[in-house]
């Protein structure tokens, strides 16, 4: 089943037939493939409807790189951003369940016709009828905005009262879209550059030093109260809040001052960079106060409610909480609401909240702590996993030829790109081939199982890493292959290479 792309919804292909196995015993027949290439040449499926394949919808965000979701799906660039595919059941843009006689369904109806049996009956209990996760292919070209999330109880109470005053949900002040939270995870392709949480206010306002303009006098000032909440937050709202009349001069004083001098921090050229492409916007100047970090390919950041951060470049993998609620603070064309920002962020100084995966079964398996997903990557290289099979599940192939094998119903072989939906009522699948696949899962009833190991707040520029917690043992065989070559350089100058070591076994390093 091969749709064209189409034009305005831009939703494009992920590909590829089902390709027939026999409905068995558990995991008893493999699926054999000819291998020719996105669909080509397979066998024609035979029976079952259990997994699906997904079309997904591509997000034309401004930021968003030209070439990498091409890429992955193997399609022509068109010359345009594609930002984020998404491969879910959100509201924004819902993937398409293409069922074995070609017909297409979109994932919330085929759910909501059978929330049961498609998600399971303890996922439908705990979350109704809706995929509760979304997961994201992510190719930033340059930096998103400034931003953070809201918790369950704020998001809830935010979209109830936006609702009860009549702003339409698609209005551009709208700041909660739907009334759920949406912590996130980030699981790095690339080198993937971003700024992740307050640093010390000490480390922020040492940079300030020497500095004579207005402003970084006035930051200096906030910066030095000794109580860190109190002095990140006067720096942030002081930031947030300048007055129409005095926001431009007083920023534009603050970056020419500060690119005067030779700065070899981790900020020294984000500072200049962003007031460059968002000029007159104070997230250029607010971003000093966030760490600065480059994630490894294979490193994950996970975001809980009230993490200020920003992602600058890279692709990654998201998962995250199935909900479009952000609250901007800069670095964007859209509507920042100061005030609402200010209540939701936390301004606590921690350590940066890389998240650590556990080795289940030949894949790595993250598991932060949020109710509504779980992340698990398998490979790249020859790889043989199973994937958890209690709940629904989305898997992606970022690269090779991988076959799926559920314990009930069909098989599927996925090429690079493509992507396919598992209802809960088809068990545990395998995953088998060589290639380099990523999956989402529903997280713990608990919302415990955290595993996500601390690093110091020390400026991550100096590459000081304390990686306790974190296992290096590579997954199946195929860890040392990573055969995707490093992207364009970094936009931090402290940004060191990565070799290809690091990028084959990121941890630990340091
Ligand atoms: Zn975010």
Redesign the pocket.
């Known amino acids: 089943m091969s749709e064209p792309r189409r034009e305005g919804a831009r939703r494009i292909d992920s590909g590829g037939a089902l390709r027939e196995t026999e409905p068995a015993s558990r995991f008893s027949r493999p699926v054999l493939s000819s291998r020719h290439g996105h669909g080509e040449g397979r066998r024609r499926p035979e029976s079952g409807e259990r997994m699906h394949r997904l079309t997904n919808q591509v997000r034309p965000y401004a930021w968003g790189a030209r070439t990498a979701i091409p890429d992955l799906l193997g399609t022509e660039p068109d010359g345009s951003p594609q930002a984020e595919l998404w491969l879910g059941a959100h509201h924004g843009a819902p993937s398409a369940a293409v069922s074995d006689d070609g017909s297409a369904h979109p994932l919330p109806h085929l759910i909501a016709d059978a929330p049961h049996r498609v998600l399971g009956s303890e996922v439908a209990e705990r979350f109704g009828a809706r995929l509760p996760f979304l997961l994201k292919y992510l190719a930033a070209e340059q930096p998103?905005s400034l931003?953070?999330?809201p918790d369950a109880a704020r998001a809830r109470q935010g979209f109830d009262a936006e609702e009860s005053s009549g702003i339409p949900v698609d209005a551009p002040h709208r700041n909660y879209r739907d009334p759920h939270h949406?912590p996130?995870l980030l699981l790095a392709l690339e080198p993937f550059e971003a700024l992740c949480g307050f640093r010390e206010p000490e480390a922020a306002r040492h940079e300030l030093r020497g500095m004579a303009c207005e402003l970084a006098c006035a930051l200096r000032a906030d910066l030095a109260s000794s109580d860190d909440h109190t002095a990140l937050r006067s720096a942030l709202t002081r930031l947030l809040t300048l007055s129409d009349d005095r926001r431009e001069r007083l920023l534009s004083e603050f970056v020419e001052e500060w690119s005067a001098c030779d700065r070899r921090g981790p900020h020294g050229r984000i500072v200049p960079d962003l007031a460059h492409r968002y000029p007159g916007d104070p997230g250029a100047v607010a971003s000093l106060l966030l760490n600065r970090i480059t994630l490894w390919p294979g490193e994950a950041l996970f975001?809980p409610a009230g993490n200020l951060?920003a992602?600058l470049q890279g692709t990654a993998i998201e998962v995250m909480a199935s909900s479009d609620n952000?609250l901007r603070a800069g670095l964007t064309r859209k509507h920042v609401d100061a005030t609402e920002l200010l209540d939701v962020v936390d301004f606590s100084v921690l350590p940066i909240p890389y998240a650590q995966p556990a080795f289940r079964e030949g894949r790595r398996e993250f598991r932060p702590g949020a109710p509504e997903f779980a992340l698990h990557e398998v490979g790249p290289g020859r790889i043989a996993a199973h994937l958890p099979g209690t709940g629904p599940c989305v898997v992606l192939a970022l690269d090779g030829q991988v076959d799926l094998v559920a314990e009930v119903g069909q098989g599927v072989a996925l090429d690079r790109g493509q992507s396919v939906f598992v209802p809960a009522d088809s068990g545990p699948v395998k995953v088998e081939g060589r290639g380099h696949v990523v999956a989402a899962t529903v997280g713990a009833a608990s919302g415990a199982a955290l595993a996500t190991a601390g690093v110091p707040s020390a400026d991550p520029g100096t590459e000081s890493r304390n990686t306790a917690g974190a296992s290096a043992a590579p997954v199946g065989a195929g860890a040392g292959v990573r055969a995707s070559a490093p992207s364009p350089a970094p936009t931090s100058s402290t940004a060191p290479t990565p070799s290809p070591a690091s990028a084959a076994a990121p941890r630990p390093r340091g």
Do not use: I, P
Request: hydrophobic residues 40%; without cysteine.
């Open positions: 998103l931003q953070v999330h949406k996130e975001l951060h992602y952000v």
